[in-house]
Structure formats: C-alpha cells, structure tokens
C-alpha cells in the first residue's frame, strides 16, 4: 500500500479542482453579467420655449463626466411650441400667440443663430411706419401719422413728426418713461453675465433680488410711474394702451411685468420668419430628446428615488429628474404627495383674426384710410377690445387685421366694428398670469428634492426670453444639485456660444 503524505494529498486535490474548473468553463457559457444600468432620465412636461431652452441648456452645460443622460419631453398637443404659435388667415401665416422679440433678448438672438433661423422685422406692421391711435369709445385721443414709404427720409420725417406729436401731448414724462424702461432692462442683462459669476438660484425671490428686480415685483405700474412722477395722461393713455396690448391688464399690474411691457413697445422689434414656435422645435432637435407628442402628463408621483409620470394614453415613465415647464394654474396634474404653489390666476386674452374690412363708422370717420394701423384702448369696461391691428393690407378694401380683447368677440360685435368680414378665426389664450403686486412667487424647486418648476418665473414676467432664462437657472440647478457637476463645467461650451461669448459678438 502507498502511503501519501499531505503535501502530496494537497498538490493533487489542488489539480483536480482546477482541472475540474477548466472542464466547467469549456462546457457551460459564462453566467450573464448584470444589465447595464439605465441612464439617468430627466422628464420635462412642455415643449415650449421654456422646456426646449431646458433641454439645450442642460446638454450644452453637462460636462463629459455627467453627460449620459436621457432627455425626454412629453407634450400634450401634436406640435411643440406652445404660446408661440400660428395661425393661417386665407392662406396667409401670422404670429398667434407670441409675436415679438427684444433686441436684447440674447437667448433668442443666440437660438437664432445657432438654428440657422432668419430674424424678420418688425412683426405686426402692413406698412414701413404704422400709426396709432388711442380710442376712449367716442374719439380718438391721440393719433400719430403712418406713412408707407421705403425712402428712408420721408420715414426719418414722419418718425420725426410723430415724435414731435407725441411730445406735444405727454411732454417731458416721455424721457422718465423711457429711462426707467432702460434702466430695468439694464439690471435684466445681469442674468447674461459669465456663469463664473453668475449665482445658480434656488428661488425666484432670490434670483430677481440678485438683479435688483425684486422690489418692482412688490408694487404696481401704476404706483411706481407716479412715484417717479410721470405725467397722470401718459399713464392713462399711451402707457395703458401698451400694457392692455402686451398684457391684456391696466397699469394694476407689477411695476416688473409693466417695465417688460413698455420695453415690448421700444424699437428695433423682431420675430422669427415662418413663425416664433421653429426655436422650440429647433432647440428639441438639437439636444438629443425623446419627444413625446400628444403625451399628455396627468401625474407625478415621488417613489424612492425615482418619479413616476404617468400620462392620459396610460404608459408610465421613471425618471430621477423631473421639471414642470408649463403654467400650473390650468392644467390637471396630481403630485404626489401634495406641492405647494401660491394661487395665481391666467389672464385670458382673445385673439381674434379677421380678414375683412374695419367700418370706419364705428370710430366716427369717414374713410377706413383715417383709422389708424394699430388702434389701441384705455381702460373703459365697456370697450370691447384692447386692440386692433392690421396684419396684412391686401388692397384698400381687404386687409387682415388681429384684435385682441379680454373677452371673446361675438358676431354681433364683430358685425358693428368690420363693413364685412370674409374669415374670423378665433383662439382662447391662457395667455400670462394676472399680475397682482405684491407678487408671490411658487418654488422653482417643488419639493425640495428633483422636481421642479420653470414657470415659476412667470410672475415676474411672461414672455419668451424670460422662459429661457429661467430654464437656464433651471438647469444649472439640475446639473449642480442631481448630478454635482461643479457651476462652471462644461463640454459644450467651445461647440456653442454661450451667453457671455454671444454678448461680445453683438
Ligand atoms: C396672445 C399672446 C401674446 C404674447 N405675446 C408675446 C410677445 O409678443 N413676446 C413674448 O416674448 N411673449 C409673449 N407672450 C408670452 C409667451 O408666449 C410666453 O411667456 C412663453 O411662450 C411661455 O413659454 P413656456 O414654454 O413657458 O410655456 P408654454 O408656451 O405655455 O408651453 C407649455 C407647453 O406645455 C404643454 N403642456 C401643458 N400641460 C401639459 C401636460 N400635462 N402634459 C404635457 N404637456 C403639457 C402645453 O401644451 C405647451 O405646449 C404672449 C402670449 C400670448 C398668449
């Protein structure tokens, strides 16, 4: 009989278990590794200005480290957009919803470019030099010359005696005016200084505060303007008629939203050919995005780590980011638990397109050539409309024209202000928040974890470039909150101009 020693027993069971390792592993395959993981998802609600801006922002902020993650944005209609829409009169295209830019509005300038888009100017006009008049109900009482001419001396002297005109009546108020619309859009371009020193904002007070914007939210137009004793009939008049026009509202609305307001009427005006809505479409193209049309978010519900969106078409989507980039006031969305927002109201604005002709009766005249292009209103409950302005000049006696009014226009109205009307088309707008001074703003972050909300914005002002704006602090707060990317780190930045790039160029 062999004796082994242990050494030996050892060696020998070693080279069994190995030779019976080897024989698995030729045999059987290798068990499955473990899925990969899913990429962060960040699930935004809207695709208008402010949930596409969204989108760009985060993909051109995200640095390589923090750059795997999934956008997707769930729309409820079957186009992207929005408020910036359009409408087609006989064939014919025009803004419906939001129609004009600012020419310091960097965001839009800098989608533009990037977008390949062409800039048209001004928007809302059928001539080189439109006028106004200002209607109480019986007579105009004030009205400037337009003149449709391309030599640009005879439209430098009608702008001359419009001026002129314009003095007369309101005087030097006109200068207070314009130096207090300056002055607040000079604090707005602080939200285009370099993100190097630019703070991420966790609240809207906070941000507006950091601007020097925050006090004009505290108070009215109105109170404000008489404060830095404007004439009373400038308020009355031309100051009115502007906000009735950009914001369907008296001079009761925020001093912040009025200043917007006042700067919508400066020069230099500008929209995008073939309409507004083509930067939230580009900009969704452009940053990789599962777009979800007709996709409408019925909740949000936040489970563990994740929130689950679940939409009317009853799929359900997980996300570790999500971002409400709509106005919260009319639509139908169960959180869960339960989100706090201040209560707030949206003025609705009727826009009403006609192609026809305006009775110059109605205005107590006896030519449609004496009514002015862009009839403006003061504040009388029993004026039907805010405005009317023509759109298109067919010939003299066919022209598109567009009113817009805070309650609907029925025929019968219609039928007293146009000798006659070939089209009307009319469309319902939640347009803006009805502005209350002193404002309250809701969070921009709803629960204190990853769900937040763009409109938040809104209260300080409703107008595209403020979307974008607010979705860029959106984002930045997504990058260094959820992901830890530091403020300032980027990928994409040599690919795209940013803000601060896009300032030196102008
Ligand atoms: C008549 C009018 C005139 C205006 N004029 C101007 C102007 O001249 N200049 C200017 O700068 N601004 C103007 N504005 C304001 C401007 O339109 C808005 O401030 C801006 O477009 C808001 O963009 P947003 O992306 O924040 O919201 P929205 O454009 O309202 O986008 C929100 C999107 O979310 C979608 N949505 C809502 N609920 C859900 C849901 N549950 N699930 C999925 N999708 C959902 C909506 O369908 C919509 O497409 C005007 C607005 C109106 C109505």
């Not at 993650?69 to 919803?97: H, L, Y």
């Amino acid at each position: 009989m062999v004796v082994v020693t242990s050494p030996t027993l050892i060696i020998l069971s070693l080279l069994l278990i190995i030779l019976l390792l080897l024989s698995v592993s030729a045999t059987d395959p290798p068990p499955p590794l473990p899925p990969p993981a899913e990429p962060t998802a960040v699930c935004i609600v809207g695709a208008g200005i402010g949930g596409s801006s969204l989108a760009h922002f985060l993909r051109l902020y995200s640095s390589p480290d923090h750059a795997d993650f999934r956008i997707r944005i769930f729309e409820r209609n079957g186009f992207v957009g929005g408020r910036m829409a359009t409408v087609n009169v006989s064939g014919d295209i025009f803004e419906a919803g939001a129609s004009i830019l600012h020419p310091k509005n960097f965001y839009a300038l800098e989608y533009t470019k990037l977008l390949n888009l062409t800039i048209k100017e001004p928007s809302s006009s059928s001539s080189s030099s439109p006028s106004l008049g200002i209607w109480d109900g019986k007579k105009f009482v004030f009205k400037t010359l337009g003149f449709d001419s391309d030599l640009p001396f005879v439209q430098k002297l009608v702008s001359l005696a419009n001026s002129v005109l314009t003095v007369l009546r309101y005087g030097f108020s006109l200068l207070k005016m314009e130096s207090f619309v300056q002055s607040t859009v000079a604090k707005f371009l602080r939200y285009y200084e370099s993100r190097e020193s630019r703070p991420i904002f966790e609240s809207v007070e906070e941000m507006l505060k950091w601007a020097g914007l925050y006090n004009l939210t505290t108070t009215t137009l109105g109170l404000k303007l008489a404060d830095i004793r404007l004439s009373p009939l400038l308020i009355e008049e031309l100051v009115t008629v502007i906000t009735r026009i950009n914001y369907g509202q008296s001079v009761a609305i925020s001093g912040l939203a009025g200043a917007v307001s006042l700067a919508g009427a400066d020069g230099g005006l500008w929209s995008i050919k073939g309409g507004n809505w083509q930067m939230a479409s580009g900009l969704i193209d452009h940053s990789n995005v599962a777009l979800h049309l007709h996709e409408e978010i019925e909740s949000i519900s936040s489970i563990g780590k994740y929130y689950e969106l679940n939409s009317t078409n009853g799929k359900s989507y997980k996300c570790e980011v999500a971002v409400v980039a709509t106005p919260l006031d009319e639509v139908s969305i169960r959180f869960t638990p339960l989100v706090s927002i201040p209560k707030r109201s949206l003025q609705h604005t009727h826009a009403t397109f006609v192609r026809g002709l305006l009775n110059p009766e109605y205005f107590g005249l006896d030519a449609v050539s004496k009514i002015p292009e862009l009839v403006g209103t003061i504040e009388d409950p029993d004026l039907p409309f805010s405005s009317i302005s023509v759109l298109k000049r067919h010939d003299e006696k066919d022209m598109t024209y567009k009113i817009f009014s805070r309650k609907p226009l029925d025929d019968d109205v219609l039928d007293t202000i146009f000798s006659f009307r070939a089209e009307t088309i009319r469309i319902n707008w939640g347009a803006y928040p009805h502005y209350n001074a002193p404002e309250e703003f809701a969070p921009f972050i709803l629960d204190g974890r990853h769900l937040y909300y763009v409109n938040a914005f809104e209260n300080a002002a409703s107008t595209m470039e403020t979307s974008a704006v607010s979705a860029e602090n959106i984002a930045r707060l997504i990058l260094s909150r959820f992901f830890g990317q530091p403020p300032f780190s980027s990928s994409n930045l040599e690919s795209h101009s940013d803000s601060g790039t896009l300032r030196a160029d102008l």
